[in-house]
């Protein structure tokens, strides 16, 4: 299932002479989806809080998630007041920061899970929390420690004047987004982008939804039309027979909400750090079993 | 009415230096955008202007009173005139603002109103506005602001708005702000956000600006017609500080006219509970806007106290900011206790009942009386009345121990 021999057809604009990507890429991220693309398979980018509930537990989470399929790792820095997400992101960043976790303990956090792994580890996180942090510093550390990319919700193209150089000469990659409603938008954000683009799936905040947008398979034309980089979907997927529903029409899929709220919920439950990674695990495993299922399904139908 | 005028220099549209911008969700960016060239649109039809103009007259009453405040006059040994916006339909001046905002919501095909508020009167504002032009209401508020602000929590009841309940964060203002933004994301399409106050990603801050800059355009006329020269000094609450920039815009280049605004010290700015966003504030990106905030060393958001719900936040309009720091306006900071000393010696002195927000604005004149002299004019805005505050007030003078009812004739 890991060596799918040929490539998939909707991964075709990540061509070798795509102008971002003309040289060997030196980006974990970039490495990652080059990677995966000539062996026909689709990212699964799994998403955690740093802290939640605890450094260790997240630690723990983490390494198991990367052991269990998940190709790119997504963790959130805990923002006290997180305006694109919903309540139960909002819940796990209110759980981090009761016990002080800071974008310090974030980068502690990669910084220890670089230790056993390579694959590309992407911070989601606020503006503050970087214009705080000071944006020289911050890059720098990002690429120190092995943060490959950053997902900044409240940060659109537009006001990326001051800090998308920054971030290029750390060779740290400034997530670009899109969404169903972005329209004519589509190709000025995902023109000169790097790594993939992040499509928002649904309209408002992040969180688990029963049911897709009915428009998603509008939206991915759209994106697959313009765009030069592979694209990721995000926001309200949850089900292991969604993922394997979308595995023919993205290139990536995030999934966020509903690890988190099994990490509250096993939390409430009061099981420790290895009992909810080994949940959490299982969990993401099914993911990944349902993403390959679709991706080769796709291509047996294709 | 020209936008233009009086601008600061920009690098960016939207910015007052490097204050402002709009810093957005991808999902927000289109209805901001759509936003900005609908009041583009707007504020070059002269139709629109006819109408808003038309409603600021027939509906909210306009112009308010330059009242001549003739005891706190002689109290002071200086010409004080008061800016009643409390006489404003709705009772404050935030009405000037929805109903630009609500006209221009029509233009654009909108059905549906989302507001967030503090104290309640830009949610009263908003479901007032939403009723006379048949279109749903939804105002989110902060749970500890219900219980402080009961009274308008009903009014928006009776005009027909639904009154969210937010109980995330310290359920105040600032996270009223954040789950109507929230809801904006959910609803970006059919949903109209009328934001209260100069805050916000742009082009909010311009929008509420232009809208309420009619306070300061007729301070300017009244006052000429009156003395035949501009005032001293103006002085007006801060919170987001509509008010406050609707006050000082007109007057920012004529150098000789001091603009002074009154923030929240809460319990005193020595003690963690205030809402000093101007003395305390670091640079810092919220809401939507490059601006001041009241955070921590990370970045982490400060919970605020004031007892006033309508300046209990923790950042600051970027104009405002801008305005600080190239120092053309001045800012200082009032305790609840002064405010509601204030608010008492209003009532007293003039028999006016004052907005606890604008308590602060009276609490400051007070403060400054003795930097003023004799010949000079110096006008407070009186952004609200204070019937919203007066069980608040009653509450805090008994927890206190304060005299505030004496009766001089016993």
Known sequence: MSDLPIKVPGTSPVTPDTPATTATPTNRLEKKLAELATQGRKALIPFIVAGDPDLRTSQAIARTILHSGADILEIGVPFSDPSADGPTIMAADARALAHGTSIVDAFHLVRELRAETQKPILFLLYYNTVVQMGLDLFFATCR?????????????LEEQDEVGPIADSHDVIITRMVSPLSGPRLSELTVNGRGFVYCVAALGVTGERSELSADLSTFEMAVRAVSPIPRALGFGISTPDQVRELAAGWDGIIVGSAIVRRI??????????????????????????????????????G | MNPAQNTPATSKPGRFGPYGGRYAAETLMPALLELEKAYKEAMADPSFIADYQRLLRDYAGRPSLFYHAER??????????????????????KINNVLGQVLLARRMGKKRLIAETGAGQHGVATATAAALFGLTCTVFMGAEDMERQALNVYRMELLGATVTKVTSGTATLKDATSEAMREWTRRADDTYYVIGSVMGPHPYPTIVRDFQRIIGDEIREQCQATYGRLPTALIA????????????????????????????????????????????????????????FLQDQTGQIAPVYSISAGLDYPGIGPEHAWLQ??????????TDLEAV??????????????????????????????????????????????DKDVAAIQAYQQDHGLLLTDNREE
Not at chain 1, 272 to 286: E, F, K, M, R, T
Not at chain 2, 354 to 365: G, K
């Open chain 1, 144 to 156: 120190d420690v092995g943060v490959d990319g950053i997902i900044v919700p409240d940060l659109p």
């Open chain 1, 264 to 301: 509250g919920e096993g939390h409430a439950a009061g099981l420790n750090a290895q009992q909810l990674a080994d949940q959490l695990g299982i969990y993401v495993s099914s993911l990944r079993e349902a993403l390959d299922e679709g991706t080769l399904a796709a291509l047996q139908g």
């Open chain 2, 72 to 93: 706190l006059s002689s109290e002071l040994g200086t010409h004080v005139y008061l800016k009643r916006e409390d006489l404003n339909h709705t009772g404050a001046h």
């Open chain 2, 237 to 292: 609450c801060v919170g987001g500080g509509s008010n406050a920039m609707g006050t000082f815009y007109p007057f920012i280049d004529e150098p000789t006219v001091r603009l002074i605004g009154a923030e929240a010290a809460g319990e005193g700015i020595d003690t963690p509970r205030h809402a000093a966003t101007m003395a305390y504030g670091k640079p810092g990106v919220f809401h939507g806007m490059h601006s001041l």
């Open chain 2, 325 to 334: 720091h190239t120092g053309r306006a001045e800012y200082a900071a009032i």
């Open chain 2, 341 to 386: 000393e204030a608010f008492a010696w209003l009532a007293r002195q003039e028999g006016i009942i004052p907005a606890i927000e604008s308590s602060h604005a009276l609490a400051l004149l007070r403060k400054m009386a003795g930097e003023f002299k004799p010949d000079d004019i110096v006008v407070v805005t009186l952004s609200g009345r204070g």
